[in-house]
């Protein structure tokens, strides 16, 4: 009995920080903040409950468009992490040396131990007409005139690209370490070769590192504000920044509150969508890896 | 675990409510530049019990901030004058202030009656003014010494390389001049918008002509400094500050007039060191501090003779941009009525999300 009760003791003095944590820091604000999305402004200091806000999302084209904006370029981020991150996690998991491996794993880590900031000031100062990029073009003689690469959406998509790629390398590299080499040389053994073994063995088998890293760079991406922001052009807007003018410089609450919602809901939308599509589960990639 | 962390609570309650009755801090909502180092030194050299703590904003994520709290958390705000009347009735954030703290004597009283007159509500004064200044334009005048108009950021001639910041400053300014008058318009909000509409169609057809909007003083300076942008809708802070490292960059009144703001002091409605706050404001209106104050933002402090209290490059800058015309010339910013925000917040939307001409 005794013994019970100290292990119950201990189950809920383990559980109470995260419980607490999640419910004072997620699910409450979330609470007042749907409260707030709910609300809508008759007048000054007048509220009256209706779905006014969520309503007025689909009627203006503005919004929505900037919301399938922000998600196809997500979308689009999230494939070029992929591409670029498998080759990378492939080396580090299984071609690197033991003791190379940790120094490969510390260069991708690097970028992060600076903020985000600072990182998108570099991009700025590589890409801008007088930058470094453009100049150095110029030096070589292949270019005559200063070019300018910052402020379009290709600038947008290259600073995400660089912020977000850890983020699917990681669970890339830890899925495809726990693949048995035999696995592969068997496949070669059969006739296979190195297309048929990446796509028979080594993509299936990575498939929940896959799909975890997906799930984690759509979501970082799609969140986002200042990459967008500063590197973007006069053209370029993200769907976050749709909410930050909402809340900042309309004084419009219960807009900027519903749009908050929307935005969950559409990123779980994609996810969902993503884990049907793949036919993987939430257990078998995020929580696995 | 909970003990600990009921603990770690309780201690941290206690705390915070025994600092202020060792020492009163001020703890001040202001624009970058408002409070400079020095200042600050020597107000807490003056007045010992007190510690000063500044944050640094804008005009609108002061209000957010304010408005989170019910006007909590500062003991001193300065909200530009066009942006607390509306505010104050909507969100109820200032406290009324008690005139008979303030030397107002020392303000310019035109000025003064002029955020009076813009931010009373039954008979009581939310705002007193602290420094004003323009947005106008800036120009390098020995590649684009034409520039004279706001229109002229979308004179061809310049393609690719003017700019201007997507806010309402260019808004207004486009207005004027396109002939409007949009400050007269806020009385019908009808009117208002169609002038809105017109602007829009002129800023999106401009939009081919930019290189990029400009979100800060620090993006704008580089793009300036580069040679990146020749012409550009500008704080004349910010230009001034460009025409200390090249004379050839000035800024230039636009023929239609510059658009003048009056940033003020105003007490959130929780803020618990008024007293503090009084003093913060007699203090920096002195002369000599107003010196230390206009050579940190390049604005022109609402004193008697505000802009000889300039620092000499400072005041040079002004004097190479403003005749006296230019000053009467001047439109302060019009409070803006309820409802105002949205409508231009949607035309900018607008404007951003156009893609024709890429």
């Known amino acids: 009995m005794m013994q019970k009760d100290i292990k119950r003791l201990s189950l809920i003095l383990l559980f109470a920080p995260f419980a607490l944590w999640i419910f004072l820091l997620i699910v409450l604000p979330h609470l ?34 900037t919301l399938i904006r922000t998600g196809s370029m997500s979308l689009l981020v999230t494939a070029l992490a992929l591409l670029l991150g498998f080759p990378i996690a492939y080396y580090i998991a299984k071609i690197a040396g033991n003791r190379t491996r940790g120094a490969l794993f ?32 110029q030096w070589a003689g292949v270019i005559n005139t200063p070019i300018e690469f910052l402020y379009n959406d290709a600038a947008v998509i290259m600073g995400l690209v660089y912020t977000v790629i850890l983020f699917m390398i990681v669970p890339l590299v830890s899925t495809l370490d726990g693949m048995d080499n035999a696995m592969i040389e068997a496949g070669y053994n059969l006739g296979g070769n190195g297309p048929t073994v990446l ?6 088998y990575a498939m929940p590192g896959i799909v975890s890293g997906c799930i984690v760079v759509f979501m970082l991406t799609a969140g986002s504000y200042l990459t967008p922001i500063l590197l973007g052009g006069k053209n370029s807007s993200w769907f976050t920044e749709q909410i930050y003018d909402q809340f900042i410089t309309r004084y419009n609450w219960e807009s900027g509150a519903a749009f908050g919602f929307l935005l969950l809901a559409f990123t779980s939308l994609v996810v969902w969508g993503g884990l049907k599509l793949s036919g993987q589960t939430l257990n078998s990639t995020v929580a696995k890896s | ?70 006007g909590a958390g500062f003991d001193l705000a300065q909200p530009s004058h ?58 390098n005048k020995s590649v684009a010494p034409d520039v004279k108009a706001w229109g002229d950021l979308c004179d061809p001639q310049y393609k690719g390389k003017t700019s201007m910041r997507l806010k309402r400053t260019i808004l207004l300014g486009m207005a004027f001049d396109m002939g409007e008058d949009p400050f007269a318009a806020y009385a ?61 960059i000035v800024f230039v009144p636009p023929k239609t007039g510059a658009l003048a703001w009056i940033d003020t002091f105003a007490i959130p409605r929780k803020g618990e060191a008024d007293d503090a706050a009084y003093k913060w404001i007699n203090f920096v209106l002195e002369p000599e501090n107003v010196k230390i104050m206009s050579a940190s933002t390049g604005a022109i402090a609402a004193v008697e003779g505000g802009k000889d209290l300039l620092p000499d490059d400072k005041k040079a800058a002004v004097n190479a941009a403003f005749t006296d015309a230019d000053i009467d010339n001047l439109k302060f910013f019009a409070n803006i009525p309820a409802g105002v925000e949205d409508m231009e917040g949607k035309t900018l939307e607008k404007i951003k999300a156009a893609t024709g001409s890429e």
């Open chain 1, 32 to 65: 007042g903040m749907f409260y707030i999305s709910v609300r809508e402004k008759v007048g000054p200091r007048m509220y009256e409950f209706g779905l006014g806000n969520y309503i007025n999302f689909f009627t203006e084209p503005i919004y929505w468009n």
């Open chain 1, 106 to 137: 510390l260069m991708c880590l690097i970028p992060l131990w600076v903020s985000d900031l600072i990182r998108a000031f570099g991009w700025i100062l590589l890409l801008r007409e007088t930058g470094i990029i453009s100049s150095s073009l």
């Open chain 1, 199 to 204: 796509r028979r063995i080594i993509i299936p």
């Open chain 2, 1 to 70: 675990m909970i003990m600990k962390l009921a603990m770690a609570g309780l201690l941290a309650t206690t705390v915070m409510a025994v600092v202020p009755a060792q020492a009163e801090t001020l703890r001040l909502l202001t624009w970058g530049s408002y409070a400079p180092d020095e200042l600050v030194k020597k107000f807490e050299e003056k007045y010992p019990d007190i510690t000063v703590e500044v944050t640094f904003s804008n005009n609108e994520e002061m209000i957010a901030k304010l408005r989170a709290t019910g």
């Open chain 2, 82 to 139: 066009d942006r607390i009347f509306a505010v104050q009735q909507e969100y109820n954030i200032y406290k009324p202030l008690d005139l008979s703290k303030i030397n107002t004597d020392a303000m310019q009283a035109k000025l003064l009656d002029g955020v009076k007159a813009n931010t009373t509500i039954d008979g009581e004064v939310y705002a007193v003014p602290h420094q004003w200044g323009t947005s106008g334009l800036m120009a």
């Open chain 2, 188 to 248: 019908d909000l009808d009117k208002y918008q169609s002038i809105l509409d017109k602007v829009a169609d002129k800023l999106i057809d401009c939009k081919d002509n930019l290189k990029a909007y400009w979100k800060g003083g620090d993006d704008l300076s580089a793009m300036m400094m580069s040679g990146e942008i020749v012409a550009s809708e500008t704080w004349d802070s910010t230009a001034y500050k460009l025409y200390g490292e090249n004379k050839d």
